[in-house]
């Protein structure tokens, strides 16, 4: 069986094709987390989970898609602009994982590591 791993890429390579925007304000979000309440590190630095952030992907047809089963976190935990579109800046950590849903059925979910989001242009 083939493993997953993690890539990390340039922001901007997928910049293009991947917006964020955030429904939600981020302002005295707390670092995530582990099971035991220690702090959850990334290559030995904390992330914020930033839930209520919409994901879109761009289609081959040129529309724009908003997917699920993607998780964000940052870096940083800004009060970004609510209702705009966001791109990745600095470098972006992309881990595929398996979801198991409670039906028994199972699909490619994602994690994504941000070093920071800024406004698209």
Known sequence: ??????????????????RFIALAS??????QTNRDGSQK??????VYPLR???????????????????????RVAKDWPQLTELVPVGSVILTPYVKTSGNGYSSVAWS??????????
Do not use: C, H
């Open 112 to 121: 994504l590591v941000v070093d920071d989001l800024d406004v698209a242009k």
């Open 26 to 31: 981020y302002k005295g979000t707390e670092p």
């Open 41 to 46: 590190l990334v290559d030995g630095k904390p």
């Open 52 to 74: 209520g952030l919409a994901v879109k992907v761009l289609q081959a047809d040129g529309t724009w898609q908003v997917v699920n089963d993607v998780s964000v976190k940052a």
């Open 1 to 18: 069986m083939a493993g997953f791993s993690r890539v990390t890429v340039p922001a901007g390579t997928i910049a293009p094709s991947m």
